[in-house]
């Protein structure tokens, strides 16, 4: 069964309260992302051929459950392409925030970043939106946008 969100408001966030378990057996903070390296690489060098880009290489050897399968080098090509492209508009034209969204089939609110507020606590799990918070805390912002979410009593 998928949980069901409740939208409860909008509000910047601490880049750095923010938690993702993407690639993380246990979960961790956006800083111990693995994505995050990959933007800084897209940050300071941003003319390097794609495949040259550790983000190319771990597509090739990334499986993607969405995709069910491994990515092919024109796959991986058109993912590194489009993540540069991201990093060079928000670094030139800052971060423009998504306020149209939708529940999808799984659950999740797209396409805003989005985050799941925690009871009890301060950090905030990354619904949607990782690639674009990783961006972002490669290229120093402190807070970002989010629509933010709690799980539905009923």
Known sequence: MIPKLKFFKREEVEIEKLFT??????????????????????????????????YFKDKLNTYNSDIKGNYTPNLASFYTNRTREIVKD??????REVKEWEINKAG????????????????????????????????????IPMMLFKMSKK
């Open 21 to 54: 378990y993407r690639h993380h057996d246990n979960g961790g903070l956006i800083q111990d992302y693995k994505y995050v390296g990959f933007m800084k690489e897209f940050v300071d060098f941003p003319d390097k051929k794609l495949e040259e880009y550790a």
């Open 90 to 95: 928000i670094k030139d034209n800052g971060y």
């Open 108 to 143: 999740r609110p797209r396409p805003a970043v989005a985050g799941l507020v925690k009871e009890d606590s301060d950090i905030i799990e990354i619904l949607n939106g990782h690639h674009r918070c990783s961006i972002m805390y490669a290229l120093g912002y402190k807070t």
